[in-house]
Nanobody
Framework: QVQLVESGGGLVQAGGSLRLSCAASGSIFRFNAMGWYRQAPGKQRELVAAIGSGGNTNYADSVKGRFTISRDNAKNTVYLQMNSLKPEDTGVYYC????????????????????WGQGTQVTVSS
């Protein structure tokens, strides 16, 4: 059973930084693409950032230049470094795992996230 446990959320002032972490179970983590989604109140869940098993990354336009996704395969952990936070970044952030997409497709930015963590709240005050 795939388990994802997020941590690192909290309350921060606009312009501040937070780093989210997601610890994943299973020995095949290094072959999986990982992602971070967020859901703001009253809005649909959206993909914020994704990273393939080879380290290629994708970002939503709204976070480019401010957020950085990274992974440590030795620790089965993916991170989301969030800088220059804005009030509109507020929401519940979910870690996601793609166990189905072949590595070759991940390298082209193709992902299919099907496993989710419980979420961690990020609140940015103005």
């Amino acid at each position: 059973q795939v388990q994802l446990v997020e941590s690192g959320g909290g309350l921060v002032q606009a312009g501040g930084s937070l780093r989210l972490s997601c610890a994943a179970s299973g020995s095949i983590f290094r072959f999986n693409a990982m992602g971070w989604y967020r859901q703001a109140p009253g809005k649909q869940r959206e993909l914020v950032a994704a990273i393939g098993s080879g380290g290629n990354t994708n970002y939503a336009d709204s976070v480019k230049g401010r957020f950085t996704i990274s992974r440590d395969n030795a620790k089965n952990t993916v991170y989301l470094q969030m800088n220059s936070l804005k009030p509109e970044d507020t929401g519940v952030y979910y870690c996601a795992r793609d166990t189905r997409t072949p590595i070759s497709a991940q390298a082209m930015g193709v992902f299919d996230f099907g496993s989710w963590g419980q979420g961690t709240q990020v609140t940015v005050s103005s």
